[in-house]
């Protein structure tokens, strides 16, 4: 890698896709509060995801209900009283 172009948090992060249960180790600057203990025994960052590759439809041919019910309701009641709200 050359020096000076990756910020200075790169470092490794397991990527968890809680539909699925399947999780991959990999390096990133993605900022997360929460650690998890990888199969090396070793305690890393760990990033939430909804969907990845191995839940995605697309990837795995297989349809699929995601609930984002949720999302949208905190994202509605967090923007209502903004100037961007429908009136």
């Known amino acids: 890698m050359k020096k ?32 998890i203990v990888w199969e090396d025994g070793s305690e890393y960052p ?13 990837f795995t041919g297989k349809m699929k209900f995601v609930d984002t019910a949720g999302r949208i309701d905190k994202f509605n009641k967090k923007f209502a009283g903004s100037k961007f709200a429908k009136s």
């Open 46 to 58: 760990l990033v939430r995801l909804e969907i990845s590759s191995k839940s995605h439809p697309f």
């Open 4 to 35: 000076g172009i990756h910020p200075a948090s790169y470092r490794f992060v397991v990527f968890k896709d809680f539909s699925c249960n399947e999780a991959f180790l990999t390096r990133s600057c993605a900022a997360t509060k929460e650690t």
